[in-house]
């Protein structure tokens, strides 16, 4: 391979002929790579066109809103817990993910209460019929020193049959 060297800025005249040159018989470059390659080039070039065209993905955050469904690496140990955000969560003991969002506890007029995870308590959906009969009493829970966080998860656990 050789490299030439030139003080002259900008691309050669050589190069640009041939860029013209090719331009001008597109159609005719189009056939013959289609020939050569039956019809791969111009099925690649229509899916590099497609895919251009199709919404980017790469650099954003994408979030499954479904129901926590069963994941091949989930162990199935659904535990409660009360994040130091005050989210109150199911999560699976085995892979850390969350399975429901339970609710949260929060703070009115000096006094923390659990507000259940429900669109009246201004979340965006509500939980799967199977979560919500269980702990639907806890609505509105007051969390004080008889009745800690650590045993309204408790309770949570043991009314849904968690672990």
Avoid: W
Wanted: hydrophobic letters at 35%; aromatic letters at 4%.
């Amino acid at each position: 391979m050789v490299d030439i060297i030139s003080k002259r800025e900008g691309p050669r005249r050589e190069d640009e002929r041939a860029r013209r040159f090719i331009h001008q018989n597109r159609a005719a470059v189009t056939q013959l790579a289609d020939r050569l390659t039956q019809g791969g080039y111009s099925a690649n070039k229509a899916a590099k066109a497609a895919a251009a065209t199709a919404p980017q993905t790469e650099g954003k955050l994408i979030h499954d809103l479904s129901p926590g469904t069963a994941r091949s690496h989930d162990t199935g140990d659904l535990r409660v817990k009360v994040s130091l955000n005050n989210r109150v969560v199911a999560y699976d003991g085995g892979s850390g993910r969350q399975a429901h969002l339970l609710g949260e506890i929060r703070r009115q007029d000096g006094v923390r209460y659990f507000a259940l995870a429900t669109s009246a308590n201004g979340f965006l959906s509500d939980l799967p019929a199977k979560v919500f009969d269980p702990i639907e009493e806890l609505d509105g829970q007051i969390i004080d020193a008889a009745c800690p966080e650590s045993l309204l998860a408790q309770e949570i656990a043991e009314r849904l049959g968690y672990s």
